[in-house]
C-alpha cells in the first residue's frame, strides 16, 4: 500500500511539466463527446432519391427533411443503385400516387412512401437505430484509449530511463508500483465523466446511467492502458510503442464501427472485425441500448478478460526483465 500512495502521488507531481498536452488530449476527448450530442439531435437523411417527374417546383414544395431529393426527367441508370449512389428512384404519377423503385427490403419501401405522403411526420423505424449512448461511446471510444497511451508517460519514462530497475531493486511493491500506474491512467479519464454528469444534470438525454458511463469508461480505459503497457514493455522506445499504438487504436476504432459501420458485406473483413474488443465493446452497448445488456454481457466480459490477459503478459514480461535479474 505504501509503494501505491508513492508511486501515485509521485505520478501526478511528474504531471506538471506535461499538463498543456494533458489538457489539449483532453479538450479533444470531451469535445467528441459534445460533438456526439450534437450530432444525435441533428435529423438523419434516410434516403437519397431521385424524383423522376416533369414538374419540378410542385413536388419540391413540400419535402420531408429525412430525405434528400434529386429531381430527373428520365430516370437514372440501374446501376447508381447497385453502386448505393442513389437509395431509390419514385417516379410521381399523374394521379399524384409515387412508384418507387429501390434494392432495399420492403419495409424501407414502406417508410420512403410514408416518408413522401407525410413530408412533415419524422420516419418509422425499420430496425434497431444506433441512439444517443451508443453514439456518444462511439465517439468517445477512440480518444479514451490514446489518452490512456499519453497518461502511461511516467511508467514509459521510467522503463526507457532504466528508473524501473531500481524500483524494483528497492523494497517496493511490485503490484503497488503496477497498480499505480493503472489507477492514475484510469483517473485522468474523470474529466470526460464529470462532463456527462453535467449533461444529465443540465437535463440533456445521455442515453445511458450515469453508473453505466462510469463502467464503459473503466473497462474501455483499462483495455486502453493494458494495451499500452505491454506495448512499452515490448518496445524500447516509448515513441515508437506510443505511434504504434495509436496507429493500432485508430485503425481498430474505426473498423469496428465506433463512427458508422466500415463493413461492406466482406467476409473476410467481417471475421477480423469480429474478434476485435472495440466492436464486442460496441456491440454490447447496442444492446444495452436496447435493454438486453445482461442476456450480452459476454461481450463486455470478452473485453476485460482480453484486456487482463494483456496486463498479464506485461507483468510476466517484466518480472523476468527486472524482478528475477536482481
Known sequence: MKTFITVLKNNYLRTRPR??????MTAIALSSTMLAVYL????????RVVLITKDEKTVLGE?????????????????????QKYDAYVTLKTDGNYTIKTLKNQKYEEMLLYLLTHPKAKPPKIGYERGIGANIIGFMMMFLMMLSFSNLFVFADDKEQGQIKKVFAAPASFWGYLLAHVTYCLSLLF????????????????????????????????FGVSLAMLLYVMIQKSDNATMLGNSIMVLATTLSGSFYSFSKNND????????????????????LEQGKGVAYCGYIIYVILFSAV????SCIKLQKMYIKRV
Open 63 to 83: 419535402q420531408s427533411k429525412y430525405l434528400k431529393f434529386s429531381v430527373a426527367q428520365k430516370e437514372p441508370p440501374y446501376s447508381a443503385l447497385v453502386e
Open 40 to 47: 444525435s439531435g441533428v435529423p438523419h437523411v434516410k434516403g
Open 268 to 287: 473476410i473483413l467481417d471475421h477480423i472485425i469480429k474478434v476485435l474488443p472495440q466492436k464486442a465493446i460496441m456491440d454490447f452497448i447496442e444492446y
Open 310 to 313: 494483456l496486463f498479464a503478459i
Open 191 to 222: 474529466p470526460e465523466y464529470i462532463l456527462l454528469v453535467i449533461l444529465k444534470l443540465s437535463g440533456r438525454n445521455i442515453g445511458f446511467s450515469l453508473s453505466e458511463y462510469a463502467g464503459l469508461i473503466v473497462v474501455i480505459g483499462f
Open 19 to 24: 499538463i498543456i498536452l494533458l489538457v489539449v
